[in-house]
T-cell receptor
Framework: DGGITQSPKYLFRKEGQNVTLSCEQNLNHDAMYWYRQDPGQGLRLIYYSQIVNDFQKGDIAEGYSVSREKKESFPLTVTSAQKNPTAFYLC??????????FGPGTRLTVL | GDSVTQMEGPVTLSEEAFLTINCTYTATGYPSLFWYVQYPGEGLQLLLKATKADDKGSNKGFEATYRKETTSFHLEKGSVQVSDSAVYFCALSDRGGSYIPTFGRGTSLIVHP
């Protein structure tokens, strides 16, 4: 069954802690994206990767890091440098210039 | 750069009312246009799309027509249901550019019984 999985669904972070959000896909899509969504807001692009071992900063990359060692996986680390990380995080894949496919999201809360 | 503007919400309707959510865009290339829907607590999913001028995308009773002359892609449905309550995002993907999509800010739809 093809799709995108994100884990965990809910994540809690203490001050000064780094946390990693997982995104895995078996759609065989080259491009993967990370977005941040705040209540009542649209999507803001954090990082994207169009090919393995390469990734680019989006509009709000500060305080975040990513890796793309495998086609199937694009984990996002929220570092302690991100001062306001509480948000809903969405991972997406895209085959070429077409539809994006989204995971179910991870809701991160700072304690 | 590319941009998408959609009407602000929330849009509040009674069941069986007619729905229009306006979306206009600016793009330097030849974009594909999309409407995505997001139900509470979930990711976005494609509702419909159109890839060239005058194409009409349709799905689940929703329709939108790619109007190049007015740079618009308005979403319509003739009779909404309570289950249509969600946030709707208009987006474009420029096939002549980087392929990175541009999203509107989303429009919340609330349908009352």
């Amino acid at each position: 069954d093809g799709g995108i999985t994100q884990s965990p669904k809910y994540l809690f972070r203490k001050e000064g802690q780094n946390v990693t959000l997982s995104c895995e896909q078996n759609l065989n899509h080259d491009a993967m994206y990370w977005y941040r969504q705040d209540p009542g807001q649209g999507l803001r692009l954090i990082y994207y990767s169009q090919i393995v071992n390469d990734f680019q900063k989006g509009d709000i990359a500060e305080g975040y890091s990513v890796s793309r060692e495998k086609k199937e996986s694009f984990p996002l680390t929220v570092t302690s440098a991100q001062k306001n990380p509480t948000a809903f995080y969405l991972c997406a894949t895209q085959p070429g210039a077409d539809t994006q496919y989204f995971g179910p999201g991870t809701r991160l809360t700072v304690l | 750069g590319d941009s998408v503007t959609q009407m602000e919400g929330p849009v509040t309707l009674s069941e069986e009312a007619f729905l229009t959510i306006n979306c206009t865009y600016t793009a330097t290339g030849y974009p594909s246009l999309f409407w995505y829907v997001q139900y509470p607590g979930e990711g976005l999913q494609l509702l419909l799309k159109a890839t060239k001028a005058d194409d009409k995308g349709s799905n689940k009773g929703f329709e939108a027509t790619y109007r190049k002359e007015t740079t618009s892609f308005h979403l319509e449905k003739g009779s909404v249901q309570v289950s249509d309550s969600a946030v709707y995002f208009c987006a474009l993907s420029d096939r002549g550019g980087s392929y990175i999509p541009t999203f509107g800010r989303g429009t919340s739809l609330i349908v009352h019984p």
